[in-house]
């Protein structure tokens, strides 16, 4: 008789535990509700297509307009953002691979700190820096500007503290990748006479194609759950214009009067599938570029 | 001749390329910083009357004093202690169970194992933002909201740490864990013996990201906490900002970032190593 084996169980049965309460469950409920009419404390009453309806196409409701706004104002920030992040980091990794450049372990880690700066605590500090009476733009630069209160100052506000802390991780991923190059494909492209940009461009980027990739997906993906910046530095000011999405779906679902979950949940739904199938594209438009 | 000394010229003008962009960058990187440090030892005197300098008049510590001693409105010492608590017992239980089962899913032999572990993999991938109203209602459910909890477990499901670890077990040859079967050591032995010490550095990196990622967690906490003395640091400056910001006390609002990022800037100075070591962890799996 075959006896049950108990120690798989064991091993790997209070993580599936948790990945089921807490990850495959909130997604199947969060689909769910979108098809309601819940308030979260009481039980969902089914309404069917109604939440999408009233969102998608329903122009008068501001249940549509906040949609609508929350997601123009999140594709400008991924948009405005994500370069910024690929660029910076991949341009600071080639400068470091130089060499003739000391202090590298100086210059990395002062581009890479800020990144383990919560970004509320980072948000405080850049609100010093863009301070009417004492901070450095007014100061120094002599830039009166009311920042958060003007377009398109609000944005670049929001853009520096992103950049800012957020060029770490990928810097990381980039300098491995490029140090692990074989060193051959470069005297290879010397002798055939390229410069260092022709061998930036010719070896370089076609050698961490894959890096450059998963960074490309990952950071497009990360920018769209933007929501600590915005609120931090802007308010969502000035007229909502830099009310991203996830602040709409915050205040509906926790912090109006009475919560209106179910419609939260079918704008987080429709995120969702924005994020997934932009993940998806990026992902088969490169792979197609790269063979 | 004439080549050679035409590439060394090509090799300096780059290496002072390199240099003019790496100072402008890290200069803006660290002056931000830097002024806020200066700012937090400020008067508010100062701050109001005698308007911009680059270093205080005079030195002053009176802001981090009254920060510390407002107890009340914005308990800073009891949000720091929340967040250590919190980052600490998460990122030991992380460590401690992604290592036992990425352990079950590459030693262990049992049915539809691998088919398990890419379909988790598959749904983790689904979309965050879709998970996050349901999962309030579950802490509700659970009594947690207001409780460490709220912070410390729902991050276990997480399948990250798990894939990385996973990958470097699969890494280790079997006949290590062959011949101590041998021996007569059983999984646990095995496991503790033999795969825990060969994995530690992974272990290490994953202990650290868990515990900053926790420690900087910005939307969950202001949707869990809304109990004044039982929120971590970063829900606590929210507060804050209205809180001093309000009445201008700029030099109160700098030491409270100040104080709330050391501990993360300690355990970067200290771990230094491990932080970077990370890259070689990311290139090995995605080059």
Known sequence: MKKFNLKPAIFIGPHLIFFIVFGLLPSLYGIYASFTQWDLVSDPVWVGLDNYKTILFDKDSTFSYQFYNGLKNTFVFVVASVPFLIIIPLLVAAALENKGVKLKGLFQAILYVPGLISASAAALIWGLIFNAQLGFTSNVFGMDIPWAANQPYAWIIILILTIWGGIGGNLIIYRASISGIDKSLYEAAEIDGANKFQKFINVTLPSIRFPLLYTFVMTTAGCFNVFVQPLMMTRGGPNQSTTVLMMYIRDLAFTSGSS?????????????????????????????NSN | MARTKSISKNSNLSKYLAYTFLIVLCVIW????????????????????????MLPVDWVVENYIATLENTSTAPIMQWLFNSIF???????????????TAYGYTRLKFKGRDFLFFTLLGISLFPGVVNLIPSYKIIDVLGWVNTPWA??????????????????MVGIPKELDECAKIDGAGDWTIFYKIILPLVRPVLIVVFLFSFTGSWNDFLWPVIVYTDVERMPVTAGLLLLQDIYGNY?????????????????????LFAQKYFIQSMNLNAGIKG
């Open chain 2, 30 to 53: 660290a002056v931000p910083l830097l002024f806020g440090i200066t700012t937090s030892f400020r008067s508010q005197t100062e701050v109001v009357s005698v308007g911009f300098r």
């Open chain 1, 260 to 288: 209106i979950a179910g419609m939260a949940s079918a704008m987080a739904v429709l995120l969702g599938i924005v994020i997934l199938i932009i993940s998806i594209f990026q992902y088969v438009l490169m792979m197609r």
């Open chain 2, 248 to 268: 201008r006390m700029i030099g109160q609002l700098m030491s409270s970032a100040i104080l709330a990022i050391i501990p993360t800037l300690l355990l970067f």
């Open chain 2, 86 to 100: 919190i980052a600490t017992i998460h990122a030991t239980l992380v460590v401690v169970m992604v290592s036992i």
């Open chain 2, 151 to 168: 912070m410390i477990f729902p991050g276990l499901a997480g399948m990250g740490n798990l894939f990385l670890v996973r990958q470097f």
